[in-house]
């Protein structure tokens, strides 16, 4: 059944207002539009439905789409999870991406989709940023790294980065939430991740914590899911098998506010042959470069200076590293060839 329960005599006592089957029997996520009072129910008994909440003892089916909208069921394919704010709504589907505008519930419109794109999978979850430039969507499949969407343009959605633990190839991401530029994920069999997103052309790992032993299988155990909104800033974490964990990771986020600024950029880490290293402090002086397979095998060297773009277009489709040094210091990135 669906239940709405009062809160407001916490730490005495809750109230069960509302306890019914008449609108869905049960559903594989929900998501709550607070400032428009509307309740969106992904998967289960009802797929893709939205339920007013203006009187929450008494909630009101406002539109079932596989029922009652004709266009949703050749448009969208089942919805698994969403993402809601402000009358938009981003749905994780089966498909792919599909972001929808309901500022008129019994009207939707279809604002952009993103159905083909690089290492596509089952769209399981994903969550915009703070200020809606950003968003990041976790397929869930062994192998998948997680996509960053730029969303300046709805009509045009494209995936602008990657990435992934590299801890195993079958490794899984599950749940994406952002805090400002902070980004932490549940990741099957990995534990919990911990990203700056503030460039989101160069992810940077904060931390990582482990909860699971289990090796790594073609199955899903491990961290199932992650809350990074408790006022104290501690990240609860929820493993399958070893149960809740709390995570302090202020050292984590304090510790990266004092590593030196890199002295290149190396963009983008998703391509398909292009990457361009450019110095960040005056021309870079003379550099040798060299990309690196991911097995440790040299594809591509070099010496350059200022900037330099490289084409990597001749090189199979997967992950590279490559490192750029000045002789005093050097950079390492990760990029992604697709597309070939």
């Known amino acids: 059944s669906l239940q709405i329960i009062d809160l407001q005599y916490l730490p005495d006592s809750v109230h069960v207002v509302y306890d019914s089957n008449e609108l869905l029997v049960r559903a594989h996520n929900i998501q709550i539009d607070t400032v428009n009072a509307l309740l969106y129910t992904c998967g289960g008994s009802s797929q893709f439905s939205v339920i007013s909440l203006e009187d929450p003892t008494q909630p009101v089916l406002l539109n079932d789409l596989e029922q009652d909208v004709p266009w949703w069921g050749a448009a969208v394919g089942y919805v698994h999870d969403c993402y809601v704010r402000d009358n938009i709504v981003w749905c994780n589907d089966e498909d792919g991406m599909h972001v929808v505008d309901f500022s008129d519930p019994l009207d939707p419109v279809l604002l952009g989709s993103l159905v ?22 976790a397929d869930e499949n062994h192998g998948s790294p997680l996509k960053f969407i730029a969303t300046d343009d709805l009509t045009d959605l494209e995936v602008i980065s990657i990435v992934s633990t ?9 749940n994406p939430f952002f805090t400002g530029d902070l980004l932490h994920v549940a990741y099957y069999y990995d534990g919990y991740w911990l990203w700056n997103m503030a460039d989101p ?6 931390g990582f914590y482990d909860t699971s ?19 104290s800033g501690r990240v609860l974490v929820s493993d399958m098998q070893n149960g809740l964990w709390v995570l302090d990771i202020d050292q984590a986020v304090n510790t990266s506010l004092h590593r030196p600024t890199p002295d290149y950029r190396i963009h983008p880490t998703l391509t398909q042959g292009s990457v361009t290293i450019t110095p960040l402090h005056g021309d870079g002086g003379n550099m040798t470069f060299e990309v690196l397979s991911s097995t440790g095998q040299r594809v ?3 010496t350059v200076s200022g900037l330099h773009t490289m084409d990597l277009s001749h090189l199979n489709d997967g992950m590279y590293l490559i490192r750029v040094s000045n002789g005093i210091r050097s950079h390492v990135q990760r990029i992604y060839k697709v597309g070939s």
């Open 116 to 137: 083909d794109y690089p290492q596509a999978g089952y769209n399981h979850s994903g969550w915009l940023n703070d200020d809606g430039s950003l968003y990041a969507m």
């Open 166 to 174: 590299e801890v195993h190839p079958q490794s899984i991401p599950h």
């Open 201 to 206: 052309m160069n992810p940077v790992l904060l």
């Open 213 to 231: 032993v289990i090796p790594h299988a073609d199955s899903y155990y491990g961290a199932w899911g992650v809350y990074p909104y408790l006022p």
């Open 300 to 302: 591509h060297q070099g």
